[in-house]
């Protein structure tokens, strides 16, 4: 769980870009561990969030998850 | 396994949870309401009050005016929030575009879903709608509510909100209309804690299932829908309050083919009661009907005289199946040809009825237009037993769907394209099943049929560099 955690943390930090898709989490964390399941990749992300290092941004329609403090904030 | 509640349900009482005394409630005359004016100019949108049909212009004022009659305490966000709104909206009309800003970091603690961010962009001349995030309220099953629990949202939304909302939305939720961030937590403990209360889907979550009346009033329904909703709400749970779909996924439950929730159209996933047995006649009924002692429909085209009665123009030629007919004055039904479409039970309710073998279809991949155009859902699974705790459609359908869907559909592509995209075929392999004549839309119009090697008897041999030895590529 730790290791998926950092990797997801990994990804996040060193993307260009501010906010990702699920998918785009889960593909980089199966890039460091092939094995690791949609629900464990799930699981560490949930757990990012309820530990505030990752966020949910939310259009309505389509939902991604983004690195706190960067990118959009919370009162643009 | 089925979802376990935590604690019991409790009988939500308005006495207990009221905010409002009732003379704040009743704060104004229809006097008063004739006088009043916004604040803002709004030719445009008062022109709205003038159509045929009720205006949400009209009930919005009359909310503004109650909100500038209440304390300055009795309301955590501004009193202007409804002024502003229509003030911006004028705006709108007057400039062809909107001024809200969509989406963005709002939420309750540990929800990706429930909650829609939504900011002005003219925050200087309309401030009391600088915030105006949306939140979702996962209604109950069939919508079904005491006025106890109607009058302590509303109550509860007055205080930490704008007041406004929209019963329902398309998904069915109740929907919150326009608060500030720092109400969301607030507003999100209040409906947990003490009303009991979840929100609902948005994103890419599941969202909000929903589901018709079912046998809580309607003598067609083949199965429990509202059961089904509510086991299948909690079940997934996960799936409703953490993004981690493509995108949005919609369980809808119809009791019968008459789709009251129009699950055929508007979701990913449609469940539709049927029955597999026999339509049960009561002959001495449908002598009724074509005696016309019993009104067809239920009476309902009773408003027109259109004639006697004519089971054949009426049923019997209107049967999509053409699977009716009169033997020696009997009505008779060639069960295995009829397609559940309920048009003769429709208009001789007393006469016929469903079947007694119920369960459900099931079809998948139903959307509105974004890619592809809009389309309805296919019919994949024609018949299943769906009995409580419904583990069957767990474990061999809902899951095996979204494990392939998650593994294979691209962003923002929902399970219908991912369908268009791969196939039918691949559908059917993911859910292990055989194609079925009930699957069929239209005569094939391909002509190309691959084989797998165990799907011929007697096999093949091929050797594939054999074969390149002497074709080139
Ligand atoms: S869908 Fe069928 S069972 Fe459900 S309310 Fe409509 S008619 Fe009744
Ligand atoms: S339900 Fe529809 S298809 Fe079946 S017998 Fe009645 S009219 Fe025909």
């Known amino acids: 769980m730790d290791d998926l955690k950092q990797a997801i943390l990994d990804f996040a930090e060193s993307s260009k870009k501010t906010k990702f898709y699920f998918k785009d989490i889960q593909n980089a964390a199966q890039k460091v561990y092939p094995d690791a399941n949609k629900r464990d990749i799930k699981k560490a992300a949930t757990a990012l969030v309820n530990e505030e290092k990752l966020v949910y941004f939310s259009t309505g329609s389509t939902t991604m998850y983004g690195l706190k403090g960067r990118g959009q904030t919370e009162d643009y | ?473």
């Open chain 2, 1 to 473: 396994m089925a979802f376990e509640p935590k604690e019991v349900q409790k009988e939500l009482k308005y006495e207990e949870l009221r905010i409002y005394s009732d003379e704040e409630l009743n704060n104004y005359t229809e006097e008063e309401l004739k006088d009043f004016k916004i604040k803002h100019d709004i030719p445009m949108c008062e022109d709205l009050e003038s159509g045929p049909w009720p205006s949400f212009v009209a009930d919005a004022k009359r909310e503004a005016l109650h909100r500038r009659k209440l304390a300055d305490d009795r309301m955590l966000i501004e009193r202007d929030v409804v002024e502003d709104l229509l003030g911006q909206l004028e705006l709108s009309f007057e400039h062809g575009e909107t001024h809200w800003k969509h989406g963005g970091i709002v939420g309750v603690f540990g929800y990706g879903g429930g909650v829609i961010g939504r900011y002005s962009d003219l925050q200087d001349q309309f401030p009391s709608i600088a915030h105006f995030h949306t939140m979702r309220v996962n209604q109950p099953a069939s919508k079904f509510y005491t006025s106890d629990y109607l009058r302590s949202i509303c109550d509860l939304w007055e205080y930490r909100g704008s007041g406004m909302m929209n019963m329902h939305g398309s998904t069915g939720d109740i929907i919150f209309l326009g608060t500030f961030t720092e109400q969301l937590e607030p507003i999100f403990f209040e409906l947990g804690h003490k009303l009991q209360q979840d929100l609902g889907g948005s994103g890419s979550n599941l969202r909000t299932p929903s589901c018709c009346i079912g046998k809580a009033r309607c003598e067609w329904s083949c199965i429990d829908t509202q059961d089904m909703c509510y086991e299948l709400t909690h079940y997934y749970q996960d799936e409703l309050h953490r993004p981690a779909f493509p995108y949005k996924f919609k369980f809808k439950f119809d009791g019968c083919p008459n789709c009251c929730v129009a699950s055929i159209a508007r979701a990913d996933m449609s469940y539709i009661g049927t029955w597999r047995d026999e339509i049960r006649i009561d002959h001495e009924a449908v002598r009724a009907y074509m005696g016309g002692e019993i009104a067809p429909n239920g009476g309902a085209h009773a408003g027109k005289d259109w004639g006697k009665f004519d089971v054949q123009k009426e049923v019997i030629d209107l049967c999509p199946t053409k699977c009716m007919g009169m033997e020696d004055g009997k009505l008779v039904i060639d069960n295995k040809e009829c397609t559940r479409c309920m048009h003769c039970i429709n208009v001789m309710p007393r006469a016929l009825r469903p079947g007694t073998d119920t369960g459900v279809s099931i079809l998948f991949g139903a959307k509105a237009p974004i890619l592809e155009g809009a389309q309805m859902s296919l019919l994949t699974i024609p018949f299943i037993k769906c009995d409580p705790p419904y583990d069957n459609i767990k474990e061999n359908v809902i899951e095996p769907i979204w494990d392939w869907w998650m593994e294979e559909g691209k962003n923002r592509e929902r399970l219908g394209e991912l369908i268009q995209r791969q196939g039918i075929k691949k559908l059917l392999e993911v859910l292990n099943i055989p194609p079925m004549p009930q699957m069929v839309r239209e005569p094939r119009s391909n002509p190309y049929i691959f084989w797998k090697k165990e799907d011929v008897p007697g096999d093949w041999d091929r050797d594939i560099n054999d074969y390149r030895s002497r074709h080139k590529r």
